[in-house]
């Protein structure tokens, strides 16, 4: 069942990350708005690896879970710009 919601929220991910690629074309304001939201997310993703022993506490996992979410949240990422550079 774990899995099941794992790959729903892959799924929504890539999905977000192509919404947010989409409404990054419409007008350069918005691509713009859209970069900086994508290095936030960057900066918080270098982070995390970077923390991971402190935020596995803080977030009462374990810390193969915690770089498990973080690759899958790159895997996200990069299919979901790779839907919105090949469109």
């Known amino acids: 069942m774990r899995a099941m919601y794992l ?3 892959f799924v929504a991910g890539c999905i977000a990350c192509s919404l947010l690629g989409w409404v990054a074309s419409l007008h350069l304001i918005a691509f713009r ?7 936030v997310i960057a900066i918080a993703w270098g982070l995390s690896w970077l923390l991971d022993f402190s935020l596995s506490k803080l977030l009462k996992i374990s810390v193969a879970d915690l770089q498990a979410l973080l690759i899958g949240g790159l895997a996200m990422l990069l299919i979901g710009l790779g839907v919105f ?3």
Do not use: D, E
């Open 7 to 9: 790959a729903n929220y």
């Open 33 to 39: 708005a859209v970069l900086c939201l994508l290095a």
């Open 85 to 87: 550079l090949c469109t």
